[in-house]
């Protein structure tokens, strides 16, 4: 009885120290890709991490890629921080490659423009209002019923081909039930033969299957890392993958 109980105790302080090394690791990783991704912003500056923002190893991610694989074409669902950084990554780095961010807030949207404007970044990215509204069936799964106003998009995109990253954190998952699902379909016409699709928040259900029915359709290479997914359709590339801190001891 006593040695069960010493077994049973045992187990449960090595899984505690597990998921307090998992956590200390996890803080750490964050810590340093926040720091990473801090570099393209020297001057005074503050750019909002509210707890809707997208992880700084999700845009360190995202920023990885467009450099090392020259992305021409990046649109944004769903504008935050990201759109800061993403901007100026291809304003340092003068990378040759046109910025589109597409949020449906009509006060954040105007505040989003005045703080780029504050840091000249006005000029490398195109914010575009898009409401949300009823989602045609073509382009919607199961029982979503909004997403940004294709009217609108339709006449920004008609002249856009070969999209080749696509970033998607909008709109909000409570606007309705799988509200992220159609940036794929929508797109799915217009992406050019090597793409990158990140998908954040995949910790939530609907997300997760979000993600693994666009690698149905795209026939890709799905991976989950830790809050979000990466979709590819070219695995010979270059791993962009955020530089990854050793486990740490306690």
């Known amino acids: 009885m006593i040695k069960k109980l010493k077994n049973k105790i045992k ?27 801090s570099q393209l912003f020297k001057e005074e500056s503050f750019i909002p991490f509210s707890a809707w923002a997208m992880s700084p190893s999700t845009i360190l991610h995202v920023l990885n890629d467009i450099s090392i694989n020259k992305r021409k074409v990046v649109i944004e669902f769903g504008a935050g921080a990201s759109t800061f950084y993403i901007a100026k990554l291809l304003k340092v780095l003068k990378v ?76 909000f998952g409570g606007s309705t039930p799988f509200a992220r699902y159609s940036a794929y379909p929508f797109l799915q016409s217009k ?19 979000i993600a693994e029915s666009w690698q149905n359709n795209l026939n890709g290479h799905l991976r989950f890392i830790e809050r979000y997914a990466v979709l590819t359709n070219n695995r010979k590339g270059f791993d962009v993958t955020p530089f990854q801190l050793e486990d740490l001891p306690l």
């Open 11 to 37: 187990r449960l302080v090595d899984t505690r120290v597990k998921l307090l090394k998992n956590q200390q690791r996890l803080n750490e990783q964050t810590h340093f890709n926040y720091n990473q991704i």
């Open 96 to 171: 040759d490659a046109v910025f589109y961010s597409v949020e449906s807030d009509a006060i954040w949207v105007s505040e989003l423009r005045r703080q780029l404007e504050i840091y000249n970044l006005q000029d490398y990215v195109k914010i575009i209002h898009a409401p949300l509204v009823e989602i045609e069936k073509d382009f919607s799964y199961k029982d979503q019923k909004v997403w940004y106003d294709i009217a609108v998009l339709e006449k920004v995109f008609q002249d856009v081909s070969k999209i080749d990253l696509i970033l998607v954190d909008g709109p």
């Open 191 to 209: 992406l050019a033969e090597n793409i990158s699709i990140y998908l954040d928040d995949i910790k939530r259900p609907h997300e997760r299957e």
